[in-house]
C-alpha cells in the first residue's frame, strides 16, 4: 500500500512547487529593489533631514538664538549619526557637535559659524 502512495505524494509534491514558482514574483533583495533598495533610501533621507536640520541652526544662529540653535543642530546630529558614513559625513558630524558645544555655553555667534560648516560638508554629499 505504501508504495502506490509515495508516487502521489511526490506528484502532489512538484504540483505545489510548481504553482507556488510560477505564481509568487521574484523579490530581489540585493538587486534593483529589497531590502537593500530601504537602507540606501532610509539613508538619503536621513542626509536630506540632517541638512535641513542644519540649516534651520544656521537660521537661527544669525538671528541669535542659541537655544533654537542647539535643538536643532542636536535634532540634525540625530539624523546625521544614521545617514551612512563618509568622509563628508564625518566632518559634518564633528562640526554639529562643536555647535552643539557652542550653543550650550550661549555663544551663539561661534555655534552659527560651526553649524555653516557643517551645512558646507553635508551638502558636499
Given at each position: 500500500m505504501m508504495r502506490y502512495m509515495m508516487p502521489r505524494v511526490a506528484?502532489?509534491?512538484a504540483l505545489v512547487v510548481l504553482v507556488t514558482t510560477t505564481l509568487l514574483?521574484?523579490?530581489?533583495?540585493?538587486a534593483e529593489g529589497?531590502?537593500?533598495?530601504?537602507?540606501?533610501?532610509l539613508e538619503q533621507q536621513n542626509?536630506?533631514?540632517?541638512?535641513?536640520l542644519a540649516k534651520e541652526a544656521v537660521g537661527h544662529g544669525?538671528?541669535?538664538?542659541?537655544?533654537?540653535?542647539?535643538?536643532s543642530a542636536e535634532a540634525a546630529l540625530e539624523h546625521a549619526m544614521k545617514a551612512g558614513k563618509s568622509s563628508?559625513?564625518?566632518?559634518?558630524?564633528?562640526e554639529l557637535n562643536q555647535a552643539i558645544e557652542h550653543?550650550?555655553?550661549g555663544h551663539a555667534d561661534v555655534a552659527t559659524k560651526h553649524a555653516e560648516q557643517a551645512v558646507a560638508h553635508l551638502s558636499a554629499m
Amino acid at each position: 500500500m505504501m508504495r502506490y502512495m509515495m508516487p502521489r505524494v511526490a506528484t502532489v509534491a512538484a504540483l505545489v512547487v510548481l504553482v507556488t514558482t510560477t505564481l509568487l514574483p521574484w523579490q530581489p533583495v540585493f538587486a534593483e529593489g529589497g531590502a537593500r533598495r530601504d537602507v540606501v533610501r532610509l539613508e538619503q533621507q536621513n542626509r536630506q533631514d540632517a541638512l535641513k536640520l542644519a540649516k534651520e541652526a544656521v537660521g537661527h544662529g544669525k538671528q541669535g538664538h542659541a537655544g533654537a540653535l542647539l535643538t536643532s543642530a542636536e535634532a540634525a546630529l540625530e539624523h546625521a549619526m544614521k545617514a551612512g558614513k563618509s568622509s563628508h559625513m564625518d566632518e559634518g558630524i564633528a562640526e554639529l557637535n562643536q555647535a552643539i558645544e557652542h550653543g550650550k555655553a550661549g555663544h551663539a555667534d561661534v555655534a552659527t559659524k560651526h553649524a555653516e560648516q557643517a551645512v558646507a560638508h553635508l551638502s558636499a554629499m
